[in-house]
């Protein structure tokens, strides 16, 4: 049976140490697919607060249960890795334009910033409204947040 991750996500993501396989993300519980741009005042405000919530998040007993991919809807490639600078988790590498634009329409995301949490063993929707947990949980006792 196909890994439904890898057929989210495609085969790797760039992590800040180099490329990472996307079916080593199955061990994980939760997964988070975080939508956002540089040129978005809403997106940046919001990402030093997750980035912080992250930081806390995996230092807890569930930590190495969940990862977040960013998904850039930047213009360009530079302006994606310069924001991606700031952020502690992993990145969709900035050319697979299709798989952004396939994984925005399957999430119907509408606006950024969107944090999505799916599970990430069967690849099915926790929440599309993760940003809320953000701030609602923020020490992440309620994860899996299902």
């Not at 049976?1 to 996307?22: C, H, N, R, S, T």
């Not at 940046?44 to 809807?73: C, H, M």
């Not at 949490?117 to 992440?140: L, M, N, W, Y």
Request: glycine share 8%.
């Amino acid at each position: 049976m196909a890994d439904p991750i890898v057929a989210l996500l495609g085969d790797k993501v760039q992590g800040k140490d180099g490329e990472v396989q996307v079916s080593s993300l199955r061990k994980e519980g939760v997964l988070g697919l975080y939508f956002s741009a540089h040129w978005c005042p809403p997106c940046r405000r919001f990402t030093p607060q997750l980035a912080e919530w992250y930081g806390k998040f995996k230092k807890t007993s569930n930590g190495d249960k969940f990862e977040i991919v960013f998904v850039s809807s930047d213009r360009s490639e530079e302006d994606c890795e310069g924001y991606y600078k700031d952020m502690p988790w992993l990145v969709l590498p900035f050319s697979l334009r299709a798989k952004k634009e396939e994984l925005g329409n399957k999430y119907q995301v509408s606006g950024i910033p969107t944090l999505v949490f799916i599970d990430s063993q069967s690849g099915d929707v926790i929440t599309t409204k993760a940003r809320a947990i953000v701030g609602e949980d923020p020490e992440g006792t309620k994860f899996p947040w299902k």
